[in-house]
């Protein structure tokens, strides 16, 4: 089992930035930092969206289209930690956030639902006009 706690979120105005920060934890730990990992976020009334991902080492990364260029993904697999770094927010970046972790590893990294199969209890981000 693998825990995922993020914190983070909040109240920012349009153009601020936010951090988000995943923690896990576990008996499965020490195989966590092979494991691709993931945001994602649920705005009210839509479904759950692919927002970016790691692989396990940070070497690369992908973005949904809507972020791309304002958001950045990393992890310190020291820390057992990934991070979202969010600049430039937009009202319609409003959502809870969640990170999850991929059944999947190696050198790509994954944005299909289906592929990850730990999740933190998200993270509200409001970003007011």
């Known amino acids: 089992q693998v825990e995922l706690v993020e914190s983070g979120g909040g109240l920012v105005q349009a153009g601020g930035s936010l951090r988000l920060s995943c923690g896990a934890s576990g008996r499965t730990l020490n195989v966590w930092n092979v494991h691709s990992m993931g945001w994602f976020r649920q705005a009210p009334g839509k479904?759950?969206?692919?927002?970016?991902?790691?692989?396990?080492?940070?070497?690369?990364?992908s973005y949904a289209d809507s972020v791309k260029g304002r958001f950045t993904i990393s992890r310190d697999n020291a820390k057992a930690t990934v991070y979202l770094q969010m600049n430039s927010l937009k009202p319609e970046d409003t959502a809870v956030y969640y990170c999850?972790?991929?059944?999947?590893?190696?050198?790509?990294?994954?944005?299909?639902?289906?592929?990850?199969?730990?999740w933190g209890q998200g993270t509200q981000v409001t970003v007011s006009s």
């Open positions: 479904e759950r969206e692919f927002v970016a991902c790691i692989n396990w080492n940070g070497a690369n990364t």
């Open positions: 999850a972790k991929s059944r999947l590893y190696g050198r790509l990294c994954y944005r299909a639902i289906e592929d990850f199969d730990y």
